[in-house]
T-cell receptor, first 113, second 114 residues
């Protein structure tokens, strides 16, 4: 089955700096890669996603890049703000497994004002 | 549109008991998936339902089961609870099954087994 690894597990940045979170996956048949943000006491919130026919996608301060050959994808947050502080999860959708997502271990992002 | 709702939000049960959790997907969404979240194992897929049929099942024992009703609402049941079943149980809905469709999560049900 699919295996997703996520780094780093914790990330501390100064407000206004950029943050980058990286994930690798193992199943070459995976073609959908969402990112979720989870705040304390809440469920994961979909913030951006990318499909394997696209190399990069951007939504305001958030961007995701995908390298299918190397089987890795990354989340980039620019001009970080204190409200970006949360746990971020990457995930991959397995080729023949419907909606099933395999998640990375999560990154706790702390943005210091 | 209202988001995914889950009830109850918090639950305390004793070992050996059983529990039923409920999930109402976003209006119009027909696919519901369940995940277990623990500090040690992270987010793990339990099962997925579409049109009242289980389409996929994760690597969990048979004590974990679920079902989906004709209005797309879903329930999951855990029988003979163990301490290790303490977790946040999350439900996610999607407007269709298959790879590559956005899934939206509810707030979860926090289950504590004592």
């Amino acid at each position: 089955g699919e295996n997703v690894e996520q780094h780093p597990s914790t990330l501390s940045v100064q407000e206004g700096d950029s943050a980058v979170i990286k994930c690798t996956y193992s199943d070459s048949a995976s073609n959908y890669f969402p990112w979720y943000k989870q705040e304390l006491g809440k469920g994961p919130q979909l913030i951006i996603d990318i499909r394997s026919n696209v190399g990069e996608k951007k939504d305001q301060r958030i961007a995701v890049t995908l390298n299918k050959t190397a089987k890795h994808f990354s989340l980039h947050i620019t001009e970080t703000q204190p409200e970006d502080s949360a746990v971020y999860f990457c995930a991959a959708s397995e080729g023949d497994a419907g909606n099933m997502l395999t998640f990375g271990g999560g990154t706790r992002l702390m943005v210091k004002p | 549109k209202a988001g995914v709702t889950q009830t109850p939000r918090y639950l305390i049960k004793t070992r050996g008991q059983q529990v039923t959790l409920s999930c109402s997907p976003i209006s119009g969404h027909r696919s519901v998936s369940w995940y277990q979240q623990t500090p040690g194992q992270g987010l793990q897929f339990l099962f997925e339902y579409f049109s009242e049929t289980q389409r996929n099942k994760g690597n969990f024992p048979g004590r974990f089961s679920g079902r989906q009703f004709s209005n797309s609402r879903s329930e999951m049941n855990v029988s003979t609870l163990e301490l290790g079943d303490s977790a946040l149980y999350l439900c996610a809905s999607s407007d269709r099954p298959g790879q590559g469709y956005e899934q939206y999560f509810g707030p979860g049900t926090r289950l504590t087994v004592t």
